[in-house]
Nanobody, 119 residues
Framework: VQLQAYGGGLVQPGGSLRLSCAASGFTFNDHAIGWLRQAPGKEREEVSCISNSDGRTYYTDSVKGRFTISNDNAKNTVYLQIHSLKPEETAVYFC?????????????WGQGTLVTVSS
């Protein structure tokens, strides 16, 4: 299993980014992919999840209306479109594989991509 997150960078408060997670080594359509983040000095937090089999999605309350998760099953890729970023959302963003569904427990992790929100 390989998961590679990319698309992070420096963005101003209120700005937008699109993160991508390229996946391989498993049957993409059968499982769920989540995005989690870990800010400096804080615990890891689940942000969003998508079930690739049926498209159901989950968002933590703090990102609803600003983050959108989507997938491209033909490309084995999951995206996280982020709008209206806040400085406190500076974190390393990870994508991870849930072999069951979006239950909040992840079996495989990729390396993260750093998102820095600063003016």
């Amino acid at each position: 299993v390989q998961l590679q997150a990319y698309g992070g960078g420096l963005v101003q408060p209120g700005g937008s980014l699109r993160l991508s997670c390229a996946a391989s080594g498993f049957t993409f359509n059968d499982h769920a992919i989540g995005w989690l983040r870990q800010a400096p000095g804080k615990e890891r937090e689940e942000v969003s999840c998508i079930s690739n089999s049926d498209g159901r999605t989950y968002y933590t309350d703090s990102v609803k209306g600003r983050f959108t998760i989507s997938n491209d099953n033909a490309k084995n890729t999951v995206y996280l479109q982020i709008h209206s970023l806040k400085p406190e959302e500076t974190a390393v963003y990870f994508c991870a594989l849930d072999l069951t569904s979006c239950h909040g427990k992840y079996d495989y992790w990729g390396q993260g991509t750093l998102v820095t929100v600063s003016s």
